[in-house]
T-cell receptor, first 114, second 111 residues
């Protein structure tokens, strides 16, 4: 089945130690998103790609970066994680066209900071 | 600023009854409104999309209404089952497909 896969499902890192989360998709969608979701809160959009065009949300912290080397893969890099960055990170894709296409989510990576 | 409100209290409902969830928004003119289901430790799963010029949409036991004058959407689960227990998120969508989510309402269906 076509899907969005996030690895790892659980990631533990130390305060200030860089960490990379990965997302792959077999849907061949050209739009990809990264969201941060804290407990009992709404998913918050961090950035998205339209093909290789990168779009950063205005309030995304500077220590969050992203890379998309090809259509299938996307990475979220957190350069210096702080305790407040502990959260579930969700990757999603969408097919091109107007906004009437749903987003397809992976099952997320839960990041813990020691 | 844009705001999306969903009832933060869990909705406890008996199996077979209809669950009704509310999504209210302010300072936004969405082109579409979407509903997603999220199970614990999982990503959201798309359920239904309704356009700004549609009043109602149905899919199996699910029904969504959208009132752009009231700035409100209602989400109904009819003949609810324990398997319907989850958190339901509403999301406003602009014409470019960018989603802004509410925090969700947890539904608990008891046998």
């Amino acid at each position: 089945d076509a899907m969005v896969i996030q690895n790892p499902r659980y990631q533990v890192t130390q305060f200030g130690k860089p960490v990379t989360l990965s997302c792959s998709q077999t849907l061949n969608h050209n739009v990809m998103y990264w969201y941060q979701q804290k407990s009992s809160q709404a998913p918050k959009l961090l950035f998205h790609y339209y093909d290789k065009d990168f779009n950063n949300e205005a309030d995304t912290p500077d220590n969050f970066q992203s890379r998309r080397p090809n259509t299938s893969f996307c990475f979220l890099d957190i350069r210096s994680p702080g305790l407040g960055d502990a959260a579930m990170y969700l990757c999603a894709t969408r097919s091109p066209g107007q906004g009437n296409q749903p987003q397809h989510f992976g099952d997320g990576t839960r990041l813990s900071i020691l | 600023s844009q705001k999306i409100e969903q009832n933060s209290e869990a909705l406890n409902i008996q199996e077979g009854k209809t669950a009704t969830l509310t999504c209210n928004y302010t300072n936004y003119s969405p082109a579409y409104l979407q509903w997603y289901r999220q199970d614990p430790g999982r990503g959201p799963v798309f359920l239904l999309l309704i356009r700004e010029n549609e009043k109602e949409k149905r899919k199996e036991r699910l029904k969504v209404t959208f009132d752009t004058t009231l700035k409100q959407s209602l989400f109904h689960i009819t003949a609810s089952q324990p398997a319907d227990s989850a958190t339901y998120l509403c999301a406003l969508t602009d014409s470019w497909g960018k989603l802004q989510f509410g925090a969700g309402t947890q539904v608990v269906v008891t046998p």
